[in-house]
């Protein structure tokens, strides 16, 4: 099993930043790939930003490219997310999660572990 648990979350006016951290315990060993996603308000959950757990590779979603950075930090067992030019169509409640397949995936289905989730409200 892996545990995940998110901080960071907050209120920013539009333009502003938010760096979302994620802590993983347990079996991280298993880790592959980390992945945060998003769901808004009347929407399904949406892939934001991934990240070898081993390597540097990342990927993220076309609408936060060149806004958001997912960075890691194996020592601590941790994923960051900061995102910069917040807008109003980022609020949402931002989760991370851990796959322990190879392979990168946007599919929220193929990620085993899950944590609570931590709310980003972006007002204008």
């Known amino acids: 099993q892996v545990q995940l648990v998110e901080a960071g979350g907050g209120s920013v006016q539009a333009g502003g930043s938010l760096r979302l951290s994620c802590v993983a315990s347990?079996?991280?060993?298993?880790?592959?790939?980390m992945g945060w996603f998003r769901r808004a308000p009347g929407k399904d959950r949406e892939f934001v930003a991934g990240t070898s757990w081993s390597d540097d590779n990342t990927f993220y979603e076309e609408s936060v490219k060149g806004r958001f950075t997912i960075s890691r930090d194996n020592v601590k067992n941790t994923v960051y997310l900061q995102m910069n030019s917040l807008n109003p169509e980022d609020t949402a409640v931002y989760y991370c999660?851990?796959?322990?397949?190879?392979?990168?995936?946007?599919?929220?289905?193929?990620?085993?572990?899950w944590g609570q989730g931590t709310q980003v409200t972006v007002s204008s």
């Open positions: 999660a851990a796959k322990v397949g190879l392979g990168f995936s946007i599919n929220y289905a193929t990620y085993a572990y």
């Open positions: 347990g079996r991280t060993f298993s880790i592959k790939v």
